[in-house]
C-alpha cells in the first residue's frame, strides 16, 4: 500500500473540521475558549482624562516659568482622590491636588507632580493651602487622556483570540460582562489492549505489572493533551483487544462526542482490533509516510471524528501533534496556524528514515539550537522520555540524515 505523505492526510483531516457552535457566557467562564465574534469597546480606556502622578492639577501658563530659583506659588482649591467625581473650577494661579487616576478638573491641562513643588513627597491628609511649584513639563504632562489606552467603538478584541488571563482582564476594564465564544470540542478516549493497567486506581501498588502487562499512558496522554489545546474531556475507558466491547465504547462515544480518540490497534498484528472492528464503521485506515505514526485511522461516526491512532505513546503523541491538535483548534474556532512553529539550528546528528517525514522529540539547548531529545534511541515505545521533550522536530521526509547546522521546523509543546 502506499504511503500517504502528512499533509495530505492533515488536510483530509481539517476537511472534515468545522468549529463547534457559538455561544454566550458570562466572562469568567470564558476563560480558555476563543473569541467567535469581535468584541467592540463600548466605551473608551481609559473613560476619562486622569492623573497619572500624585500631584496638583494646574493651568499650564500659571507655571510654565516656574524653577528651583523662582518658584511658582499656587493656591490649592480642590482635592481630587481616585474615584472622585469633583470638578472643581480652576481661576489662574490657583490648583487643586490629585491622585494618581482622579479625574483632571476640566479648567486644568497639566499636572505637576509632588516631587516638582517644594513639598517633596511628603504626603498629608489635608492639602496644603498653597504650593510652590519649582518646575512643569508642558502642556497635557501627566495627563493620561480618555481612549489613549482603547478609543471607543474600535476593536477591544479581534474575534479568534484565546481568552487568557490577559484577554479576559481586557475585556472586564472594557465592562464587558459576557461574551459570545466558541463552544469547546468535547473529547473522548479509548485505549485498547490487553496488556493496559488502570495507572489511577486507588491502589496502584496491588497492581504490580504481570508478565505481559503495563500502565496504561495513553489514556493520560491524550485526554491531558486535548485539555490543554482546549477541549472538554467526557470519558476517558480502556477495552480489552477482544473487540466485544470496543464497538459498543466507540459508538457510545460518538453519540456525546465531537472527537473520539483511540489507542492501539490499528496496525496489521492478529489482535489490531481497532481496524478490525471500525473498518467498515465509517473509519478509514491508511499508512501516513511519517515516523513515528505510519498506521492511522480517521473517520466520521454520526457527528463525531474520530482518530485512531497507534498505540506506541511516542506514536500517538507524534500523532496528536500531527492531526488531533490542529483539528481541536479549528473546532474551537482558532484562525492562526495549525502548529505553534519555530525554526532551530540543529545542534547533533541523527538519521531518520527515507521516504517518511519524522516527528523527532527534541529539547533546546542554547538559543535556537535542538538535539534530539531521545539521545542513546528514538523508539517510539520510549514513554519515559517524552516528558524531556520541548517539541517534536519536522524533517522532511526525502531528508535521510540530518546534519548539524541544518535548519529545521520545530512545532512547539509548551508543557
Ligand atoms: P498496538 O498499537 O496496540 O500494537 O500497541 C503498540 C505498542 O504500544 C505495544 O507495545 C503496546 O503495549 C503499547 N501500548 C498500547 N497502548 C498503550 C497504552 N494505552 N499505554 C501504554 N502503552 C501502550
Ligand atoms: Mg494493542
Given amino acids: 500500500m502506499n504511503l500517504i505523505p502528512l499533509e495530505t492526510h492533515l488536510a483530509q483531516v481539517l476537511a472534515k473540521v468545522t468549529p463547534r457552535e457559538q455561544l454566550r457566557v458570562p466572562l469568567l467562564e470564558a476563560h480558555g475558549c476563543v ?29 510654565q516659568n516656574a524653577s528651583e530659583a523662582a518658584p511658582v506659588r499656587l493656591r490649592v482649591v480642590g482635592d481630587v482622590p481616585a474615584g472622585s ?32 513643588t517644594t513639598l517633596g513627597t511628603a504626603v498629608t491628609e489635608t492639602a496644603a493651602e498653597t504650593i510652590d511649584v519649582t518646575s512643569a513639563k508642558g502642556p497635557g504632562a501627566h495627563i493620561r487622556r ?20 490577559r484577554a479576559i482582564a481586557t475585556l472586564a476594564a472594557g465592562g464587558v460582562g459576557e461574551v459570545e465564544v466558541v463552544r469547546r470540542p468535547r473529547v473522548a478516549v479509548i485505549a485498547t489492549g490487553d496488556e493496559l493497567l488502570d495507572p489511577t486506581a486507588a ?25 490543554e ?24 462515544a460518538c453519540e456525546r462526542a465531537d472527537v473520539v480518540i483511540t489507542t492501539g490497534g490499528v496496525s496489521v498484528g492478529a489482535f489490531d482490533v481497532v481496524r478490525l472492528r471500525l473498518s467498515d464503521r465509517g473509519v478509514n485506515f491508511t499508512k501516513v509516510a511519517m515516523q513515528p ?42 484562525l492562526g496556524p495549525t502548529h505553534d512553529s519555530r525554526m532551530a539550528v540543529v545542534g547533533e546528528e541523527w538519521r531518520t528514515p527515507a521516504g517518511r517525514a519524522q516527528l523527532m522529540p527534541v529539547r533546546w539547548t542554547d538559543g535556537d539550537t535542538i538535539v534530539p531529545a531521545h539521545s542513546g534511541g528514538s523508539g517510539s515505545h520510549m514513554v519515559g522520555r517524552i516528558a524531556r521533550a520541548d517539541g517534536l ?3 522532511p521526509a526525502d531528508c535521510e540524515l540530518v546534519r548539524v547546522g541544518d535548519q529545521l521546523e520545530v512545532w512547539e509543546m509548551l508543557r
Fill in 146 to 165: 480618555a481612549g489613549e489606552d482603547i478609543a471607543e467603538g474600535t476593536e477591544l478584541l479581534p474575534a479568534g483570540t484565546e481568552l487568557g488571563a
Fill in 393 to 395: 522536530a519536522v524533517v
Fill in 203 to 227: 491502589d496502584v501498588a496491588a497492581l504490580t505489572p504481570a508478565r505481559g502487562q503495563l500502565y496504561d499512558s495513553n489514556t493520560p496522554l491524550m485526554g491531558l493533551l486535548a485539555n
Fill in 229 to 252: 489545546a482546549g477541549a472538554e474531556i467526557i470519558g476517558v475507558f480502556r477495552t480489552d483487544d477482544s473487540g466485544e466491547h470496543l464497538l459498543e465504547v466507540v459508538e457510545a
Fill in 85 to 116: 467625581s469633583a470638578d472643581p473650577a480652576l481661576a489662574p494661579g490657583t490648583c487643586a491636588r490629585v491622585m494618581t487616576g482622579a479625574p483632571i478638573p476640566s479648567d486644568a491641562d497639566a499636572v505637576v507632580p509632588l516631587e516638582a
Fill in 35 to 63: 473569541l467567535a465574534a469581535p468584541v467592540i469597546a463600548r466605551a473608551s480606556l481609559p473613560g476619562f482624562d486622569n492623573s497619572g502622578m500624585d500631584g496638583y492639577a494646574v493651568r499650564f501658563a500659571d507655571v
Fill in 293 to 334: 505514526g505510519k498506521p492511522q485511522g480517521f473517520g466520521q461516526i454520526g457527528n463525531a471524528l474520530v482518530f485512531c491512532l497507534p498505540g506506541n505513546p511516542v506514536s500517538a503523541m507524534a500523532s496528536f501533534e500531527a492531526f488531533v491538535r490542529p483539528a481541536l483548534r479549528r473546532m474551537r474556532g482558532e
